[in-house]
């Protein structure tokens, strides 16, 4: 109950956060401002801005420190705005996200592809705005590097190519999982650490815990895909094997994807047990985010 209630409170200083840090609805150009929105509020499940807000108050220095909100905002205008590109034509094709329409289906795909870079923009806009050169300065390295080439936008590269190739190693698969969902969740996790001062040992474990949550996420993910119906996740399931995706599931099997997870989902627990206080917040949300169904 505990968890439940520090969870919903988190969420809702999200949801208020892109609420006053969104250009105004309404404001010029309102079109791309209503488009930015319509995808940003669409729900979702707020993980990786409130990974960062449970990770910043784990360090004494939050309390008389800078408000780690914007950087949550920052980085979940990051996220959507992924989300944006991978559901257009040229991309996934895909018309449903967040149990809504995809933004090219609801506004038109010029509009759905200026809003994703102008939510890409904006996250560094806030960040710029938002916070001194320390700690603004390395919390725009730790962004820019996490949805960056070698990263996000690298992951779904190598993910866009694998799909044209007959094979995909296990090695290959682990490399675009790491890449273009680990990565955000590590950087999650770290801007935490990075608002509230966190010193260099706690940086490392923070990533580390980041890289092996972010890699449970992406398996419970591709089990989910393999497994659940559309109306739970909120977007088209069995979509994987139908585009001959490789994943989890198609490479290794449910029995041993499921063992998988549970191994990263462990290893990232054990991390947040060695971070001030035994970080309870985060322990508990790996071991949920291990059980979720959607
Ligand atoms: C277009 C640069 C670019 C990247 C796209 C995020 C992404 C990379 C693709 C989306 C497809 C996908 C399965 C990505 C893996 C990460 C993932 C599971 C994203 C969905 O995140 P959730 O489940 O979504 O946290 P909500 O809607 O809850 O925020």
Redesign the pocket.
Known sequence: MEFTHQLSGYVARVEHGIDRLLPADGTRPSRLHSAMRYSLQA??????PVLLLAAAELFPAAAGGPDPLPAAVALECI?????I??DLPC??NDDL??GRPTAHKAFDEATALLAGDALLTHAFLLLASSYDPVPGLSLVRELASA?GSQH??G??ME?ILAEKKPETTAAELEYIHLN??AAMIEAALVMGGLVARADAQALLILRQAGRQLGLA??II?DILDATADTAAL??TAGKDAKAGKATFVKIHGLETARRLAGKASQDAIAEFRKLPGGAPFLVELAAEMAARTH
């Open positions: 729900g979702g499940k707020r993980l990786r996220h959507t705005y992924s989300l590109h991978d991309m996934d996200r967040r949805a996000l936008i992951g779904q993910d273009k969902t996420f992406q993910d909120g977007k």
